[in-house]
Every structure is written in C-alpha cells, then in structure tokens.
C-alpha cells in the first residue's frame, strides 16, 4: 500500500501565527482566549495546558488580557471587551482583516453586502455584526430568497470553495440582470491551494483521510471536496480515529488536512498509515510461503 500527501496541506501561515502569539502574550501573564483560537482539539487542549484559558464571552473572563481568535470579530464585539476594561490582542488572520476591509469598501461605496458563507460561522458572524443591513447565502434557495437590489456586493467567507463562491456569484447575477452585481474574491490562498491539491490527491487515490477539527469548515469542504473524486474519503481529527478495515484491498492512500491541523498529527497519521501497510506486507508474504494443504 502507498501513502501519499498532498501537496498543500495542514497549517497556514495565519494558524501558525495565531498560535504563536498566544504562546508568546501568555508568558506576560494570565490570559483569556474569546472564543477557539483555532478549530482544531489538539491545538486547544494544547493551549489549555500552557495554561491559556477559553471563554465563548466577554462577560465570562477572569483575566485582565483577553485574545481575539484567527476567525476575527467585528468593532462591536471588540467594544464589548474593552468596555469590560480588557486589555483586547488580536490574534485575526491577516486575510480574515482583508475580507472585513473588502466587505466595509462595498457597503462605503453603496453596494449591498451579500456575504457566502455559513451564517452561523464565528468568521461570518465578525465580518456582519457590524453592517445595518447584509444577506448571508449557502445555496440556490438562499439566492432565491434575495430580494432586488440595485447594487449588489459581494464577498466570501475566506474557507469557502472557490467553485461553490463563483457558482453563486454567477447565480445571483443570472437572478438579477438588471442589477450591478460586484464581487471581490476574499476566499484566501491557503484555502485555494488546499482545495485544489485535494482534488489531485483524490483522483489518484483508492482512500484518503482528511484530518482536521470535527467544527473545521475548511476541513468539512475538503471532505466533500475528496468525496467527489473518491468513493471512500473519512473524516478524522488524531491517529487514534482510524480503523482497519477502511484499507482493505487499498492500493494507494492519500492524505490531506485542514488549516488548522499541527504537522505532529500528520507525521503522527502518516506513520499508522505506513505501519499498517508494513504489518500486512509481513502477513500477505508469510502466507504465500505457507506449504499447500493436500487432501
């Protein structure tokens, strides 16, 4: 059996950075993340160790200094805090803040914000808390549902799919042909690169393994992703997830992972995937060479 990786997986530079400075602003003293740093398990409970505490709100906080997360928050949620007297360190993805600029431009210059993404999404929730008016869209029935606009403006989620965000840009300009529809592309290149590396490795592959946080949205479209490109893809965020028999008869494995995945999980992956290769070579050359049964 033979493992593969794809060729762009695992950590983006925004993830890793993210990491870093909560690592480094905890040595200054207690502090409070609001909200995951990351969506990623191994990273929290990582985090939690060092001692870095996680609140869902401000209001919650016991430490003087509180981080906002790799997702971002919108200028009210930031208030929110330092109205509390928290001393407010922003540990948002450089490209997150492109996609909050992006989003502010459009509605200055008179455009409707129509963002694609999940709704519910701590990403999407930062770039629209701040907008008096906004539409959030997933899907055909959610363009449908638009009402006319004489301007339409409109961005993404950054771990979108570019495809699904093209798609839908196209729909809602085939919706309303008499409307301006502007789109600024604010899906980020990790994601891009990501996306289309799965679709590579997939094609080339009888399973693969998408590793990643269980709430990763970025991991969850890398599945889907894969799934179109291979019948048998599984969704697991350690080592300890994986079983057996989704091998058997496998030729060649592939792996990939989400932007919030430590390289240690996969090197940790990759070695499972190559001990199980190794112990059913042993088996398969051990029972060649038994003698024939004869009756």
């Known amino acids: 059996m ?11 530079f925004g993830v890793r950075d993210a990491i870093a400075l909560a690592l480094e602003q905890s040595k200054a003293g207690p502090m409070t993340i609001l909200g995951d740093l990351v ?9 939690r160790r060092r001692g870095i505490r996680v609140s869902q709100h401000a209001a919650e906080v016991q430490t003087k200094a509180v981080m906002i997360t790799a997702h971002g928050a919108s200028e009210k949620a930031l208030e929110r805090a330092r109205s509390r007297g928290l001393k407010v360190r922003e540990a948002t993805c450089p490209l997150v803040h492109v996609a909050h600029q992006a989003v502010a431009m459009l509605v200055r210059e008179g455009y409707h914000p129509v963002i694609i993404g999940k709704r519910d999404h701590v990403e999407v929730r930062g770039i629209t808390e701040d907008l008096a008016e906004f539409d959030v869209v997933l899907s055909a029935e959610d363009v449908l549902a638009l009402r006319e606009r004489k301007k339409f403006g409109v961005a993404a989620q950054t771990t979108q799919p570019i495809e699904r965000v093209e798609e839908l840009v196209e729909l809602i300009r085939q919706r309303f042909p008499e409307s301006e529809v502007r789109f600024i592309d604010t899906v980020c290149r990790p994601t891009k690169q990501r996306q289309t590396a799965a679709m590579g490795l997939a094609e080339q592959s009888d399973v693969v393994v998408v590793i990643g946080g269980a709430h990763s ?9 894969c799934r179109r490109y291979c ?16 091998f058997i008869n496998a030729q060649t494995v592939g792996i990939t992972a989400g932007t919030s995945t430590p390289d240690s999980t996969i090197s940790a992956i990759q070695r499972w995937l190559k001990n199980y290769a190794a112990k059913h070579e ?14």
């Not at 033979?2 to 983006?12: D, K, Y």
């Not at 088996?283 to 009756?295: R, Y």
């Open 2 to 12: 033979r493992v593969i990786l794809a060729e762009h997986l695992g950590m983006c």
């Open 39 to 47: 969506h990623n398990e191994t990273v929290l409970a990582d985090l």
């Open 217 to 225: 949205n970025n991991t969850q479209e890398l599945v889907k992703t």
């Open 231 to 246: 019948a048998r893809v599984f969704h697991v965020q350690t080592a300890a997830d994986l079983c057996e028999e989704w």
């Open 282 to 295: 042993r088996f398969q050359t051990e029972s060649a060479q038994l003698p024939a049964l004869t009756t």
